[in-house]
């Protein structure tokens, strides 16, 4: 699902003086499995010159910031952690600290030598057929029916709702681990939007657990307050969490949106998917979305390109009469 925010981080990376540090969330999945979509990172900021061979790097590629590895200084090249052919960009800073949720991994000058030596050693593993081959096997098997039984009595039975201001301490958690989307925007939504000002359109749903802890999330808004010229209500954000995986849970938690969105008075629903996530798009249409018209299509690709999007969208809908 497609994930949009008007605020400008490589504009705001640019602007922080050399020498200062800041956290960001959004770098793309260049470190994976080390950084992970929803992960955070502190930046220093510095010159590319300052940076050595392995230093983790904050990189722009036009408007869109990822996190590669320096491979070389003169002059200066960087590449993901599994390798392949990624665009070249401008270095902005060097990544001195990686944070998941609660768990925070520094990463210090004296790491650059082997983060170097891994990121070669894994960019050549990674070009054999068979090494991908098993990472797939194993990931897929991590989120298979064979192990639902057991991830379904670890979790207990999870309830789809509405969330409610009560709820933001779970959804900041859950926006840490998961989300791209600024915690202040969900914060502000949450408590100004959502749950609602009268005459104000929106919502947001969550997959909670019996300790509740979230697990899936999504919510419906409208594009014009982030300037975008497109009217309606659109499914956003639209993730659950890899544990909680093939329970259903993506049906459900569009399925309590569409309720909302009816009892709301909107007489359509929106979504916009990148056109190789599969599974949200099996999930969508098995939900009753059919594909948009080829003018909106245009028009949603034209608007997501010109604020930094790199990847084609599919935009679907569904009727609520």
Wanted: aromatic letters at 6%.
């Amino acid at each position: 699902m497609a994930s949009r925010h008007p605020t400008d981080l490589a504009a705001l990376v640019e602007a922080t003086p050399p020498g200062r540090q800041l956290w960001l969330r959004g770098a793309g999945r260049s470190l994976y499995p080390l950084l992970r979509s929803g992960d955070s990172v502190r930046v220093l900021r510095c010159e590319p010159e300052a940076l050595v061979r392995g230093d983790m790097a904050l990189v722009r590629v036009g408007r869109k910031l990822v996190a590669h590895v320096v491979v070389s200084t003169q002059p200066v090249l960087t590449a993901s952690l599994l390798g392949g052919k990624d665009p070249v960009g401008e270095p902005l800073g060097r990544i001195t600290a990686l944070r998941r949720g609660p768990l925070l991994l520094p990463l210090p000058r004296l790491a650059s030598p082997s983060l170097f030596l891994g990121q070669r050693l894994l960019s050549r593993l990674w070009t054999r057929p068979q090494a991908r081959s098993v990472f797939r096997r194993l990931r897929d098997f991590s989120v298979s029916g064979w192990s639902r039984p057991l991830r379904q009595r670890w979790l207990g039975k999870l309830e789809v709702r509405l969330l409610r201001e009560e709820d933001l301490d779970a959804l900041l958690v859950f926006a840490g681990e998961r989300l791209l989307v600024p915690s202040s925007f969900l914060r502000q939504q949450l408590l100004d939007r959502w749950t609602r000002q009268e005459g104000m359109l929106g919502a947001a749903v969550g997959a909670f657990d019996p300790r509740g802890r979230l697990h899936g999330f999504a919510y419906m808004d409208d594009y014009r307050q982030e300037g975008l010229q497109l009217e309606g209500l659109w499914v956003r954000s639209l993730v659950v969490a890899p544990r909680a995986r093939r329970m259903g849970l993506a049906f459900r938690i569009i399925h309590c949106l569409l309720e909302e969105a009816r009892r709301q008075g909107a007489d359509r629903l929106f979504a916009d998917i990148d056109d190789d996530n599969m599974a949200s798009l099996r999930t969508f249409r098995r939900a009753g979305f059919k594909d948009s018209s080829a003018e909106l299509t245009r028009r949603v690709n034209s608007e997501w390109s010109a604020s930094g999007g790199l990847k084609p969208l599919v935009v679907v809908e569904r009727a609520l009469d």
